[in-house]
């Protein structure tokens, strides 16, 4: 059984946070599995993922979110739903993942994880949302399966390399965060305006 160092640690904290703003029942499952065969020492706060029944709900509901997302308007609504549910989640994620790591400051510790892996699932999630949005007004739904296999792809390598290889996640998650900042504010612009475009008609 493996047990984190520091900069794992922090290393992990930013990937559930951000993975869970993108698939957060597979994030609880990969996180479960870890933890259940024994490849990394849960901490506490985190020690229930590992248990069959948490697993098996998150394993239903990961299959689920794979089937919705790979659908045109589906993953929309999808996403709409889990604006309520990702970035809370991602907060309790890390939360949980710090806890009783600190000592005496552990409490502090905690809202500070908590305030991290919320912002990070809050970024992921948007950037999601958004670039569907986007992809949904093509008519075509091959860009939409696209975006939904690298979601699929990216969740398991970054929790694994933030586990495996801590400072190649960094860079790599710096990317990620950057593109997606780019991708929010472009699909944001181009959703605006074709709404405008659509209310010209309606108002003329």
């Known amino acids: ?57 998150a394993a239903a509901l990961a299959f689920i979110e794979f089937l919705a997302d790979k659908i045109p308007l589906v993953d929309s609504a999808w996403d709409a739903l889990h604006t309520l549910i990702r970035i809370p989640a991602g907060a309790a994620l890390v939360a949980g993942l710090v806890s009783g790591w600190a000592g005496d400051g552990g409490q502090a510790w905690g809202i500070m994880a908590a305030l991290l892996g919320g912002g990070l699932a809050a970024a992921a999630h948007t950037a999601k949302a958004s670039t569907r949005a986007a992809a949904n007004t093509s008519p075509e739904p091959f860009s939409n399966i696209g975006l939904s296999l690298m979601g699929d792809v990216a969740v398991p390598t970054m929790l694994w390399l933030a586990w495996a290889h801590p400072f190649v996640f960094f860079p790599l998650l710096a990317v990620a965060l950057a593109v997606m900042a780019v991708l929010t504010w472009f699909c944001f612009k181009f959703v605006r305006a074709l709404v405008r475009r659509v209310r010209r008609p309606a108002s003329a």
């Open 1 to 57: 059984m493996t047990h984190l160092d520091a900069v794992q640690l922090i290393a992990l904290a930013a990937a559930l946070g951000w993975a869970s703003g993108l698939r957060l029942y597979l994030t609880v499952l990969l996180v479960g599995i870890a933890g259940h065969w024994g490849w990394v020492a849960l901490p506490p706060g985190l020690q229930v993922l590992a248990s069959p029944l948490v697993m098996a709900c």
